[in-house]
């Protein structure tokens, strides 16, 4: 078992910046993967950023890439998703998510935290 809490959402301009982390508890946090992934009402999950167990690989779905970075300290049980210059669309709910494998991917997550908004004004 694996326990997250989200925190860093809140209320930003267009343009801006946020930091997301995702505390995390239970199982090894260095022996899995996490991801984080985005709900925008009225839409479907989606993937956002993934990083391997050790942090030495990521991966980045195309509307974020060159904007958003994903990364993890595993001396403190914690990973980051790190949001610059921020868009109007990236108004979602954020979720961290851990999967009991050590390399990336899209799927197989099975721990999932509660969720922090972000809201983009534009």
């Known amino acids: 078992q694996v326990q997250l809490v989200e925190s860093g959402g809140g209320l930003v301009q267009a343009g801006g910046s946020l930091r997301l982390a995702c505390a995390a508890s239970?199982?090894?946090?260095?022996?899995?993967?996490m991801g984080w992934f985005r709900q925008a009402p009225g839409k479907e999950r989606e993937f956002v950023a993934a990083?391997?167990?050790?942090?030495?690989?990521?991966t980045a779905a195309d509307s974020v890439k060159g904007r958003f970075s994903i990364s993890r300290d595993n001396a403190k049980n914690t990973v980051y998703l790190e949001m610059n210059s921020l868009k109007h669309e990236d108004s979602a709910v954020y979720y961290c998510a851990a999967r009991p494998y050590p390399w990336i991917d899209v799927r197989g997550y099975e721990y999932w935290g509660q969720g922090t908004q972000v809201t983009v004004s534009s």
């Open positions: 239970g199982r090894n946090f260095s022996n899995v993967a």
């Open positions: 990083i391997s167990r050790n942090g030495r690989s990521t």
